[in-house]
């Protein structure tokens, strides 16, 4: 009677499904990462495999499939989907920038209160000693420029 090596058959289709499966998962990330259309024609050109495989795993479709939306959405975008913004990463940055021009608003018009009364006080220290001489200059003159 012969010895039972269906074990090593079994064994040896497994690695090839695996290593059959990574090959698809780095083509897809490969097409993804250099922009390249992400279709099922090119992941199964890439990775070796054929089409019917690659519709026949559901994970690896739904990810061809979502790919494929997004680039389609935007053909033009040679972004990468996992580099893409998310909505909520540029909703914090709209709330981020607009926090921001709050607070320049808000020190704009300090700085335009104290400007306004620098320029008051200066007028007031102008008329209580009179008008300038013509042809002197006032030492208690200050320009206001440019920071």
């Known amino acids: 009677m012969r010895a039972d090596n269906s074990r090593h058959i079994v064994d040896a289709a497994r690695r090839r499904s695996e290593y059959t499966r990574a090959k698809a998962v780095q083509a897809l990330r490969s097409l993804d990462a250099a922009g390249e259309p992400v279709t099922f024609e090119h992941v199964a050109k890439r990775a070796g495999v054929s089409r019917s495989w690659l519709y026949a795993q559901p994970d690896l479709r739904a990810e061809i499939e979502r790919l494929r939306a997004v680039q389609g959405r935007d053909p033009a975008s040679p972004i990468p989907a996992r580099q893409r913004t998310s909505d909520a990463s540029l909703l914090r940055r709209l709330e981020a920038a607009n926090a921001r021009i709050r607070r320049l608003t808000e020190e704009n018009q300090q700085l335009r209160e104290q400007l306004a009364r620098a320029l008051g006080e200066q ?24 920071c």
Do not use: E, H, L, W
């Open 123 to 146: 007028r007031t220290a102008t008329t209580r000693t009179g008008p300038p001489r013509a042809g002197a200059s006032n030492p208690r003159s200050v320009t206001i420029g440019p």
